[in-house]
C-alpha cells in the first residue's frame, strides 16, 4: 500500500522558516516526479512545488526564492523548506507524486497533509 506521509507543519510568525518532510512507502519513488501543494480555507487546492526523478524543480511564482523542494532517494523523502513566511502561505499542505507528470497536473498519489499557519 503506497503511503505519502506529512510532517514539519506549525504556526509560526510572519518572516520564519520551516522545513516539510514528505516520506513515502509502498514503493520506491526515485524515478517518480514529487511535489507540494496546498490550500488555504474556502481556496482550491494549488501548486506550489515540484521536483522530478532528474532533480528539475519547478516553482509556482508566489514562492519563488523563498521555498525551496529538495529530495533525497535513499530516504524516498521530499522536502519542502519554506523561507520568508508570510500570512497568506497560511494552508495545508499536501505532499504528492506523479510516475509521469510535473507541476500543476501531478497527483497519482497524495498524502493526507499537515498544517502551516503563519502570523503575522
Known amino acids: 500500500q503506497v503511503q505519502l506521509v506529512e510532517s514539519g507543519g506549525g504556526l509560526v510568525q510572519a518572516g520564519d522558516s520551516l522545513r516539510l518532510s514528505c516520506v513515502a512507502s509502498g514503493r520506491t519513488f526515485s524515478r517518480a516526479a514529487m511535489g507540494w501543494f496546498r490550500q488555504a480555507p474556502g481556496q482550491d487546492r494549488e501548486f506550489v512545488a515540484a521536483i522530478s526523478w532528474s532533480y528539475t524543480t519547478v516553482y509556482a511564482g508566489s514562492v519563488k526564492g523563498r521555498f525551496t523542494i529538495s529530495r533525497d532517494n535513499a530516504k524516498n523523502t521530499v522536502y519542502l523548506q519554506m523561507n520568508s513566511l508570510k500570512p497568506e502561505d497560511t494552508a495545508v499542505y499536501y505532499c504528492?507524486?506523479?510516475?509521469?507528470?510535473?507541476?500543476?497536473?501531478?497527483?497519482?498519489?497524495w498524502g493526507q497533509g499537515t498544517q502551516v499557519t503563519v502570523s503575522s
Open positions: 504528492a507524486a506523479d510516475d509521469s507528470r510535473i507541476g500543476e497536473r501531478m497527483g497519482d498519489y
